[in-house]
């Protein structure tokens, strides 16, 4: 099988289930979107980090592969045979930023991003995880799209803000806080 295969040299793309539509549309962008997120997250996992964090990586990025079927599915189509996000998805989530704060200090201001390279790259996951779901919710106010999509890509966007800085400690980077300048 060639990966090429020049179906798409006009601007048009194939949903799962084999509607053509044109590459620019919402749900190409949006499921394109989390493909992105994808590769940032496989960075952050690549990186010199516990092992503890590249195996829930790998399990997110797993899940943004089953997000992207469901976006990336025919919408007239709703019988097609595919993984979908789960509530367990979204709590499994919520139980490891539970356990990494439980070793961080209380925020009691905003950071800037950055310290190091792999904080700075779960801050950019972070900002492409909000994109991806603005593009999602952008897309649901046309389209029927899974509500538990919405809420995963909501708590990942936490998890990866929450990562960044677990990340932080572990590396003895340091947190830098924003102090607003000249308020009135």
Request: hydrophobic share 35%.
């Amino acid at each position: 099988m060639k990966v090429y295969t020049k179906t798409g040299d006009q601007g048009e793309t194939s949903l799962f289930g084999g509607k053509r539509v044109k590459k620019y549309e919402l749900r190409i962008e949006a499921y394109g979107t989390s493909d992105e997120l994808n590769s940032w997250i496989g960075l952050i996992r690549a990186q010199e980090i516990q092992q503890t964090h590249q195996f829930v990586l790998e399990e997110i990025q797993d899940r943004i592969f089953t997000l992207g079927a469901q976006l990336a599915a025919d919408p007239d189509k709703p019988k097609l045979k595919m993984p979908h996000i789960k509530a367990e998805d979204i709590a499994f989530l919520e139980t490891k930023m539970d356990e990494m704060d439980e070793s961080l200090p209380v925020m009691t201001k905003f950071t800037l991003p950055g310290g190091n390279t792999v904080v700075s790259y779960c801050h950019l996951a972070r900002c492409v995880c909000r994109r991806c779901e603005r593009r999602v919710i952008e897309l649901s106010e046309t389209a029927v799209v899974d509500n538990l999509i919405i809420q995963y890509l909501n708590r990942l966007s936490d998890y990866l803000f929450v990562l960044g800085r677990k990340l932080a400690q572990e590396t003895d980077a340091p947190e830098v806080y924003w102090e607003p300048k000249d308020v009135d």
